[in-house]
Structure formats: structure tokens, C-alpha cells
């Protein structure tokens, strides 16, 4: 329930527009300057996984990890498998959204990487604290899925692999 939330209030409350994206080839540009920025906290992530890695006491490198370097390395692998799923259908997403909404891709743009942020930090505090900060990254990429597959087999199926 807090996503469309949030979604809802950037979307009405912050002053800003997108630019006026005619083609679909400026739309996957804008949507790829977009999604630049969802790497953020994933190269965060492994800066501090690598500082991690080197502070760790243990002296053999491919030995058993501690518990603070292997919070940092799955944070790092899950945020990355995440992330591909979430450029690939943003990426549809941005075909298939009017000029009127494409405000959208920014903002979920930013939901991604403070709802990774988030993941980060609960995962760190305790592992049964972390299932909000992956549903706030989970639900919203479900739901462009849903989104994505709805539009290409139901509104415009006869324009499937034009």
C-alpha cells in the first residue's frame, strides 16, 4: 500500500515534467538516463562489500565469510538480479506509457533505489526486518510486469514482434 502511495504523491506533488519524448528510440534513451541512476546504491554496495572484505579478519580470502561481509555480498548479487529485471521492463514500460505519464520513469526510478537503500539497512539490522524493504523493490516491478504483459497481449497484440 505504501508504493502507489508514494508513487501518487511524487507524482502530484513534485514540480517537474518529462520532456517531450516523440519516439520511441528518445523514450529508451531518457529511460536509460534514467535507470543510470538506479546503480547507485549497487556500486555503493559493493564499495562497502569490498571495504568489508578488506577490514574482515580472516585471513584466507576464499575461507568462510562473516556475517558483515556476507550481508553486503548477497545485498550486492540480489540487487543486481533485481536490477536487470527491473531496466529490461522499464525499458517496455516506457513504449507503452502516453507522453502525458512518462513523469512515471523517473519516479519509480528513485522508488528502485531508496527502496534498495532500505532493503540494505533492514537486511543489515536483522534478517526478518527485510521483507519490507524487498517489497518496496518486489511489488512495484510486479506490477510493471503485469503492466507490460497486459499491454503487449491484450490492448496491442497484433503489434507483438513489430
Same mark, same amino acid.
Not at 523514450?27 to 568489508?52: D, K, N
Not at 548477497?74 to 506509457?97: D, E, G, K, P, R
Not at 527485510?130 to 511489488?139: K, V
Given at each position: @500500500?505504501?508504493?502507489?502511495?508514494?508513487? !501518487?504523491?511524487?507524482?502530484? *506533488?513534485?514540480? *517537474?515534467?518529462?520532456?517531450?519524448?516523440? +519516439?520511441?528510440? +528518445?523514450?529508451? &534513451?531518457?529511460? @536509460?538516463?534514467? %535507470?543510470?541512476?538506479?546503480? /547507485?546504491?549497487?556500486?555503493?554496495?559493493?564499495? $562497502?562489500?569490498?571495504?568489508?572484505?578488506?577490514?574482515?579478519?580472516? @585471513?584466507?580470502? *576464499?575461507?568462510?565469510?562473516?556475517?558483515? $561481509?556476507?550481508? #553486503?555480498?548477497?545485498? $550486492?548479487?540480489?540487487?543486481? #538480479?533485481?536490477?536487470?529485471? !527491473?531496466?529490461?521492463?522499464?525499458? &517496455?514500460?516506457?513504449?507503452?506509457?502516453?507522453?502525458?505519464?512518462?513523469?512515471?520513469?523517473?519516479?519509480?526510478?528513485?522508488? /528502485?533505489?531508496?527502496?534498495?537503500?532500505?532493503?540494505?539497512?533492514?537486511?543489515?539490522?536483522?534478517?526478518?526486518?527485510?521483507? /519490507?524493504?524487498?517489497?518496496? %523493490?518486489?511489488?512495484?516491478? @510486479?506490477?510493471?510486469?503485469?503492466?507490460?504483459?497486459?499491454?503487449?497481449? $491484450?490492448?496491442?497484440?497484433?503489434?507483438?514482434?513489430?
Amino acid at each position: @500500500l505504501l508504493c502507489p502511495c508514494l508513487i !501518487y504523491g511524487a507524482y502530484v *506533488f513534485l514540480p *517537474f515534467d518529462a520532456p517531450l519524448l516523440p +519516439t520511441i528510440s +528518445t523514450r529508451l &534513451v531518457y529511460t @536509460l538516463r534514467c %535507470t543510470a541512476f538506479a546503480t /547507485f546504491p549497487i556500486i555503493l554496495g559493493m564499495i $562497502v562489500s569490498g571495504i568489508s572484505r578488506l577490514c574482515s579478519s580472516a @585471513l584466507e580470502p *576464499f575461507g568462510e565469510l562473516q556475517r558483515e $561481509v556476507e550481508i #553486503h555480498r548477497t545485498y $550486492v548479487s540480489q540487487s543486481v #538480479h533485481l536490477f536487470i529485471l !527491473y531496466f529490461f521492463n522499464m525499458a &517496455v514500460l516506457a513504449t507503452y506509457l502516453p507522453q502525458e505519464v512518462l513523469k512515471l520513469i523517473p519516479l519509480l526510478t528513485g522508488l /528502485f533505489a531508496i527502496s534498495r537503500l532500505i532493503y540494505w539497512l533492514s537486511y543489515a539490522i536483522g534478517r526478518s526486518f527485510r521483507a /519490507f524493504g524487498f517489497s518496496m %523493490t518486489f511489488l512495484p516491478l @510486479l506490477a510493471m510486469l503485469l503492466w507490460n504483459l497486459y499491454n503487449m497481449f $491484450v490492448l496491442e497484440p497484433e503489434n507483438l514482434l513489430a
